[in-house]
């Protein structure tokens, strides 16, 4: 079962998943848009909240990882541990090598590094990560790897 918290107005930005509940009581999906931000001004102006009654965001979990093509290799307990189903070429190495991640879902502890097919490993982002949007995020912006239907480009 999915797990879910309240964002505060700070969380939102362009491309940020959330939940907004409507009036049936059905939790509709949507990703915050450079238009709204009138929505975002006006809770700040007028003092309004987001109330857990009303928006939500789903914590990281193994379907938000496995859908950057990342697929999970073992679990236990509250540690996930997932491997890239492509292979890089190594840079200035050339041998091949895939991303790994390992999160921790209790503590958003966030661990990702190369793994070359000769054994040696690379730390390349430890940090918290408390959902998909900025996993995204983490990955595009700080590890430059940009995922796009499908395809993984490196910059």
Known sequence: MSRYYTPTIHDFHVGFEYECKLNNGEWDNLIFQPNEYNFVHKFKEESYFIDENNVRVKYLDIEDIESFDFKLIE????????????????????????????????????????????????????????????????????????????????S
């Open 75 to 154: 679990e236990e307990e509250e540690f996930l541990l997932f491997e890239s189903y492509k292979t890089f070429l190594g840079a200035g190495t050339g041998d091949d090598r895939k991303l790994v991640i390992s999160y921790n879902t209790r503590s958003e502890e966030l661990w990702i590094w190369w793994r070359e097919n000769r054994g040696t490993e690379t730390t390349i982002y430890e940090g918290f990560c408390k959902n998909k949007s900025e996993f995204r995020k983490i990955l595009k912006d700080q590890i430059r790897i940009i995922h796009l239907h499908y395809e993984w480009k490196t």
